[in-house]
Structure formats: structure tokens, C-alpha cells
């Protein structure tokens, strides 16, 4: 079992930046793919971001492609996204996910939400116009 817990949350202004952070407990992310997704009021939850379990391969959605950048320390078990330039329909709750890593991954498992096993509980970014 891997327990994960986001923080960095936050309200912001447009244009401003935020960084979130995901930790990890009961295993070592160094086995795990890892992803950030986000959900709007109303809103399907959407893929953001997902690095390869050795930080070899990364991915964005377009819509933050630019402006956001994940990155992991598998030493201190904690994944991150950077995000700056940040605009009114970025606000949502962000949740960090991890999946177990069975080799090559294809990229387009990671876009999705059902291949993540883990997930944290959320932290709301709120960015104000």
C-alpha cells in the first residue's frame, strides 16, 4: 500500500505560481509511475502530468504544456508540479496518483485515471483572475 498526501495548494493570482507537492508513505516511489490530475466543479477529472518512475520519460497535457513542470526525488519520496503562469481555468483540486511500474509503460496508460492504483486525498488551487 502507498499512502500519498498533496500540499502547496493554494489562492493565487493569475500569472502567479504555485508548487505541489505529493509524499508518499508504506512504499518507495522508486517503483511507482507517477501522475497529477484535476478536477474542476463540474468537471471530469483530467490528465495534467505523469514522469516514468525514473524520471526518464514525462508527459503534459496541452493545456499546461510550458507552464508546468512534474519532477520526482525517489530519495526523499516526493513528486512534485511546478506551476507558474497560472490562469482562472487552472483552478481545481489536484490530486497526485501512482501506479506500479511493470516494465515500458505505453505512454497513453498514463493519461489515464483507472491505471493509477493510488491516489491522495486532493489540494485545492484556486487562481483568481
Known amino acids: 500500500q502507498v499512502q500519498l498526501v498533496e500540499s502547496g495548494g493554494g489562492l493565487v493570482q493569475a500569472g502567479g505560481s504555485l508548487r505541489l507537492s505529493c509524499a508518499a508513505s508504506g512504499r518507495t516511489l522508486s517503483g511507482y509511475d507517477m501522475g497529477w490530475f484535476r478536477q474542476a466543479p463540474g468537471k471530469d477529472r483530467e490528465f495534467v502530468a505523469a514522469?516514468?518512475?525514473?524520471?526518464?520519460?514525462?508527459y503534459y497535457a496541452d493545456s499546461v504544456k510550458g507552464r508546468f513542470t512534474i519532477s520526482r526525488d525517489n530519495a526523499k519520496n516526493t513528486a512534485y508540479l511546478q506551476m507558474i503562469s497560472l490562469k482562472p481555468e487552472d483552478t481545481a483540486v489536484y490530486y497526485c496518483?501512482?501506479?506500479?511500474?511493470?516494465?515500458?509503460?505505453?505512454?497513453?496508460?498514463?493519461?489515464?485515471?483507472?491505471?493509477?492504483?493510488?491516489w491522495g486525498q486532493g489540494t485545492q488551487v484556486t487562481v483568481s483572475s
Open positions: 496518483a501512482a501506479r506500479p511500474t511493470w516494465g515500458a509503460v505505453p505512454a497513453p496508460l498514463l493519461f489515464r485515471d483507472n491505471e493509477y492504483d493510488y
Open positions: 514522469i516514468t518512475w525514473s524520471g526518464g520519460r514525462i
